[in-house]
């Protein structure tokens, strides 16, 4: 290959330097986006002429000196962050939030996310028990709906199944192919792979309820849920609806919640005839079209 002029290995350096103010800016300004939905300078792409003015300037540059200090461990910002009395507020106004701080541009309040596509699928997997943690590897290219899969003239070719242990592997880790993207990803505003995204857009439409509750991927995973309440809570509904709700929402139900659950079980076996198995699937169908599922409050 000859020898390397060293200018790439020379920009990098340059660009990693804990001197360098503007990418120790740059990166945290990133992470605090993903973390609280909005980044402190709006336009994480361009802090030059162009862009747009940060909102929290000397919060910008605190944290900046922070990840120095910090050895440049990503790890710990996210610990910076994710500790902070900011990150931990209520979505909740306070009284006076609403009247000073309507848009939330002071962080008087949590601003409520929706689960990005990726967090999303990982989600329903996590909840069913069926995640696979492995960190690492090749891409991986799990099935995808017939549907999908016709709108390729060559599908086997350009989408060859990968081992079926890979087909339940963080979403990170889905090959991404232009002309056959992963349906749920895309319509819950996967990035485009196209081009550079540096903030993600989050839509309503009404396909993202469609896939919610009619997809083949969340009628699986709901499937798969169901399984393991009766695996880990057999023959007790209240105990299987209260795991349920626990693994979806991260808390313990309450008794009305856990009452209108059952009652909704029951009329699905009495009024529609389907067996207990097939009512706790609805059950959990339903569970991860749940706000409280979806976003994070």
């Given at each position: 290959?000859g020898?390397?002029s ?5 920009l990098?350096?340059w660009i990693?330097?804990?001197?360098n103010?503007?990418?120790?800016r740059?990166i ?10 909005r980044?402190i ?11 747009e003015n940060?909102t929290?300037?000397?919060?910008l540059?605190w944290l900046a000196?922070a ?9 710990e ?5 994710m500790h902070?009395?900011t ?7 306070g009284e006076?939030?609403?009247?000073l701080?309507?848009?939330?541009d002071?962080?008087s309040?949590?601003?409520?996310r929706?689960l ?8 329903m ?6 995640l696979d943690p ?8 799990p ?6 899969l016709?709108?390729s003239s060559?599908p086997e070719?350009?989408?060859?199944l990968?081992?079926e ?5 963080r ?6 192919k232009?002309?056959?993207q992963h ?6 505003d996967?990035a485009d ?5 540096p ?8 396909t993202q309820a469609?896939s ?7 009628i699986?995973?709901a499937k798969?849920?169901?399984?393991r309440?009766e695996r880990e ?10 795991l349920?709700r626990?693994l979806?929402s991260?808390?313990?139900p ?5 009452a209108?659950?059952?009652?909704f079980?029951?009329?699905?076996e009495?009024?529609?005839?389907l ?5 706790l699937e609805?059950?959990c169908?339903?569970l991860?079209?749940?706000?409280e599922f979806l976003?994070?409050?």
């Amino acid at each position: 290959h000859g020898e390397s002029s060293g200018r790439r290995l020379a920009l990098a350096r340059w660009i990693a330097d804990p001197r360098n103010d503007l990418a120790m800016r740059s990166i945290v300004n990133r992470v605090w986006q993903h973390h609280f939905a909005r980044p402190i300078a709006p336009t994480p792409n361009d802090f030059g002429r162009f862009g747009e003015n940060p909102t929290h300037p000397e919060l910008l540059d605190w944290l900046a000196a922070a990840f120095v200090d910090r050895g440049m461990s990503l790890k710990e910002l996210h610990r910076l962050l994710m500790h902070s009395s900011t990150y931990r507020q209520s979505s909740v106004p306070g009284e006076d939030a609403l009247a000073l701080d309507a848009g939330n541009d002071l962080l008087s309040r949590f601003r409520m996310r929706r689960l990005t596509a990726e967090e999303l699928r990982d989600s329903m997997l996590a909840a069913n028990g069926t995640l696979d943690p492995r960190l690492g590897g090749p891409g991986v290219r799990p099935p995808l709906p017939e549907a999908v899969l016709a709108t390729s003239s060559r599908p086997e070719e350009v989408w060859p199944l990968t081992p079926e242990d890979s087909w339940r592997r963080r979403s990170l880790y889905i090959h991404q192919k232009r002309s056959l993207q992963h349906p749920l990803l895309t319509v819950f505003d996967s990035a485009d792979v196209d081009q550079p995204c540096p903030v993600r857009f989050s839509t309503v439409q009404p396909t993202q309820a469609l896939s919610m509750l009619n997809g083949d991927l969340t009628i699986r995973e709901a499937k798969s849920l169901a399984r393991r309440l009766e695996r880990e809570r057999p023959g007790d509904l209240e105990a299987q609806i209260a795991l349920g709700r626990r693994l979806v929402s991260g808390r313990i139900p309450s008794d009305e919640e856990v009452a209108e659950a059952i009652e909704f079980v029951a009329d699905l076996e009495r009024v529609e005839g389907l067996s207990r198995s097939e009512a706790l699937e609805n059950l959990c169908l339903l569970l991860f079209n749940l706000n409280e599922f979806l976003y994070v409050d």
